[in-house]
């Protein structure tokens, strides 16, 4: 039995020992993202970087963000998209709807602290509903705090957790009620299983979606979005992910439409 034991704890720090020359071989874990799937990171671009951010769903459409960083502490952005680019239905432009996205680090990660960023994003994902908004509202004015650790000595992890105020709502009020029901709450993970892939887990609160029977009006459902990502890193400055929407259905519970479980995919560029 004891020459069992010790060969079964070899096998598994020999294991271990593959696992982690798997994670640091090249350190080709690209660079940071700003988004977990619908929601900021505390991530930024190094200073004179930019990147390019497409992704795709249904139907048909495509949204695009530009960023470029003037400053390693600054990140600019710029979103616009299309639906029905393919296909007999009409094209449908996102017409005014040009999204501008901010971002400022205010602390920087430390080995006992997180990150901080503010930021600001007025551009909404998703199709575009009849009533003119986004499926799913900008995140607006937001903070984000981001930390990286290691699950277990070895897995690298990234968490981030943030609140953000949407100004999707026209009829927003300045007063506390007001205030409280453009508030959101959002956080993710990003677990990273090997140097070349990681898996991203993201979710809201959803306290800023609409009444879907009455979109203009907004009453905090408390019903979350969670979403789930699949990244794939080429090389240091390209990635592709698959994206599952709307795990728990909440789109669907609503009546409002089949969106849930939609799929995106997604490729990141970056530029140096």
Avoid at 33 to 44: K, R, V
Avoid at 144 to 152: A, H, I, M, R, S
């Amino acid at each position: 039995m004891k020459i069992g034991a010790k060969m079964a704890r070899r096998e598994k720090n020999f294991f271990f020992i593959i696992y982690f020359l798997l994670l640091t071989h090249s350190q080709l874990f690209s660079f940071q993202n700003l988004f977990m799937i619908d929601n900021p990171t505390a991530g930024m671009l190094n200073s004179k970087e930019s990147l390019l951010d497409f992704n795709i769903y249904s139907p048909n459409a495509l949204q695009v963000r530009a960023y470029y960083a003037p400053l390693s502490r600054i990140n600019i952005g710029l979103a616009y998209g299309a639906e029905n680019l393919i296909g007999s239905d009409t094209l449908k432009f996102y017409g005014a709807k040009v999204g501008v996205d901010l971002r400022v680090r205010l602390i920087e990660e430390s080995k006992k602290f997180p990150a901080l960023v503010i930021g600001f994003d007025n551009q909404g994902r998703g199709v575009i509903l009849d009533n003119d908004k986004f499926l799913y509202p900008s995140k607006g004015l937001f903070f984000v705090f981001g930390k990286g650790y290691y699950l277990f000595k070895i897995v690298p992890i990234t968490f981030n957790f943030g609140v953000n105020y949407s100004f999707d709502n026209d009829s927003l009020k300045f007063s506390l009620n007001g205030i409280l029901d453009n508030l959101d709450v959002f956080l993710g993970y990003n677990i990273y299983i090997t140097n070349k892939f990681f898996a991203t887990i993201d979710y809201s609160l959803g306290l800023t979606t609409p009444d879907w029977e009455n979109p203009d009006v907004y009453k905090n459902p408390w019903n979350g979005f969670l979403n789930l990502g699949f990244n794939f890193i080429i090389s240091e400055d390209f990635q592709i992910r698959f994206i599952l929407k709307d795990i728990l259905s909440t789109i669907e519970k609503s009546g409002l439409g089949d969106y849930s479980l939609e799929r995106e995919i997604g490729f990141l560029k970056l530029f140096y």
